[in-house]
């Protein structure tokens, strides 16, 4: 009888692990897709606020920015008048600010409304990348940033090291970032620029593997209780995370690597 019991009892672990398993992959999988269903709309959004930006046309337009390139009014109201400051720092408040009322008031389904709102924002933030960089480059970048990114965040996913430790060096260099790229907006020093890119590309390197894993735990420990709503928003979070260190990964080897206009 107790061996039977045993038996019975591994069975139902066993069970019990297997659907922990598949719904990690479905987890993990959400996460992904939402990501990149948030840089599609970045993208999109950067290059659509671009193309509106910019003209051919002399004639009506408020300043030339290269050859036969003009900046329309919308150019000039989102790069060149006080705006702009708005426009650059919406993204920093939006997370700092909106997703946490998101997350306390609305279901999933609304979370991840306001991630893609969130996307959006962040498109007409850096859409000033198709006006410096060419577009060539840009998708060299974007290339690299992508392989970079995928290889981080498997082995973040597939390694049996614990990287939680990482997590306050890191947050403490994203800050010293966000110090030193406010300071370098008033001294407009090429080398901290330079530093400034390089250290940011190991900074949201080592981001990308620790997020992925805090997700994974985050499931796993969480998925024990079976509370589906606040598994249904930490995957938009998740995706959130990755996002930005995606995001911000391409912008600073975009700053080092990219060919300028």
């Given at each position: 009888m107790a061996e039977f019991d045993t038996i019975r009892t591994g069975g139902v672990a066993g069970a019990r692990a297997a659907q922990i398993d598949a719904g990690l992959r479905a987890h993990m999988n959400k996460v992904y897709g939402t990501m990149s269903v948030g840089m599609f709309i970045t993208f999109l959004a950067a290059w659509a606020i671009a193309g509106l930006a910019v003209t051919s046309d002399p004639s009506g337009a408020t300043a030339q920015i290269g050859a036969n390139k003009y900046l329309t009014g919308l150019g000039e109201a989102l790069y060149l008048s006080p705006l702009k400051w708005v426009v650059?720092?919406?993204?920093?408040?939006?997370?700092?600010?909106?997703?946490?009322?998101?997350?306390?008031?609305?279901?999933?389904?609304?979370?991840?409304?306001?991630?893609?709102?969130?996307?959006?924002?962040?498109?007409?933030?850096?859409?000033?990348?198709?006006?410096?960089?060419?577009?060539?480059?840009?998708?060299?970048?974007?290339?690299?940033?992508?392989?970079?990114?995928?290889?981080?965040?498997?082995?973040g996913y597939t390694t049996k090291k614990d990287i939680s430790g990482w997590g306050s060096f890191l947050i403490m260099g994203v800050i010293g970032l966000v110090v030193a790229s406010i300071v370098n907006i008033f001294i407009a020093s090429s080398a901290m620029s330079f530093a400034i890119s390089v250290i940011g590309v190991l900074v949201f390197a080592?981001?990308?593997?620790?997020?992925?894993?805090?997700?994974?735990?985050?499931?796993?420990?969480?998925?024990q209780h079976g509370d589906q709503d606040f598994l249904g928003k930490a995957a938009i979070m998740g995706a959130l995370s990755l996002y930005l260190d995606f995001i911000n990964m391409f912008m600073m080897l975009l700053q080092l690597f990219g060919n300028r206009e």
């Amino acid at each position: 009888m107790a061996e039977f019991d045993t038996i019975r009892t591994g069975g139902v672990a066993g069970a019990r692990a297997a659907q922990i398993d598949a719904g990690l992959r479905a987890h993990m999988n959400k996460v992904y897709g939402t990501m990149s269903v948030g840089m599609f709309i970045t993208f999109l959004a950067a290059w659509a606020i671009a193309g509106l930006a910019v003209t051919s046309d002399p004639s009506g337009a408020t300043a030339q920015i290269g050859a036969n390139k003009y900046l329309t009014g919308l150019g000039e109201a989102l790069y060149l008048s006080p705006l702009k400051w708005v426009v650059m720092l919406a993204p920093l408040a939006f997370v700092f600010f909106g997703f946490g009322a998101a997350m306390n008031r609305l279901p999933a389904a609304g979370v991840q409304t306001v991630f893609y709102i969130f996307a959006a924002l962040m498109g007409v933030s850096i859409s000033s990348i198709f006006l410096v960089f060419t577009g060539e480059s840009i998708i060299q970048v974007f290339l690299i940033t992508a392989i970079s990114f995928a290889g981080l965040s498997l082995w973040g996913y597939t390694t049996k090291k614990d990287i939680s430790g990482w997590g306050s060096f890191l947050i403490m260099g994203v800050i010293g970032l966000v110090v030193a790229s406010i300071v370098n907006i008033f001294i407009a020093s090429s080398a901290m620029s330079f530093a400034i890119s390089v250290i940011g590309v190991l900074v949201f390197a080592g981001l990308t593997a620790y997020d992925t894993q805090n997700i994974k735990n985050t499931y796993i420990q969480h998925a024990q209780h079976g509370d589906q709503d606040f598994l249904g928003k930490a995957a938009i979070m998740g995706a959130l995370s990755l996002y930005l260190d995606f995001i911000n990964m391409f912008m600073m080897l975009l700053q080092l690597f990219g060919n300028r206009e």
